[in-house]
């Protein structure tokens, strides 16, 4: 299923037809989508099974997508002003390093062709207040390599695994402003929302300078 709210924003933004780039597309879910949905689609990843997977996934629905794999801080690959829209749901928050962010959102900008909007949902935009009344008073935040039990759905329901953390970065909002700023984009629109499944998710729809 592709991301509910990426579905709201091709409903309200209309944004311009042409050649979609979706940075950190896993396996490929809302990459399919943009496809169905009739864009020119370019799906980069740094993980070579969700590419694989994500391959694999596009033959099934009959779709052609150019999935690749990359480091969207780098994209040495692409050339300057090539895509029409900028797609990214919870690759950001996957880098702790300001620097990177830095890098990835300049390369954006290269990208993306003048006027562009670039989509952009983050997750872990939860407080600690919202945490500790979900969890109850004994939630201590996620430790890097730490196992924690999360559920995941398998075929003929849910299961639950323990997963180790993995570094990350929680936004908050005057932050992805300064940051996106930076860069030189101009935010169109930024909202802190509750999603599911992603939980609370920041989002900004930003136009390419
Ligand atoms: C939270 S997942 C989201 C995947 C997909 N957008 C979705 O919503 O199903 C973040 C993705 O970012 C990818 N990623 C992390 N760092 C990256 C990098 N430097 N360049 C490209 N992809 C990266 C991960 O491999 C992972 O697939």
Redesign the pocket.
Known sequence: MP?EELVNFLDEWKPREGRVV?????????SIFLALSGYEVTG????PS?IERAREWAREEDVEIDFQV?????LSGIPDNHFDLGV????L???PDPE?RAR?LNEARRVLKPSALYFF?N?GGGTRGEAVERFGHDWTPPIVGELRPRKIMVEGGEKEIMLPIIAGYGFQGEELEREFSASGFTIADIQRKKTRP?GTCWQVIAVCP
């Open positions: 991301t979706e940075f950190g597309c896993g396996e490929g879910r809302d980069i990843d740094i993980a969700a990359g480091d969207v801080t780098a990214n749901i919870g690759c928050q996957m880098f990177d990835h949902l997750m992603h």
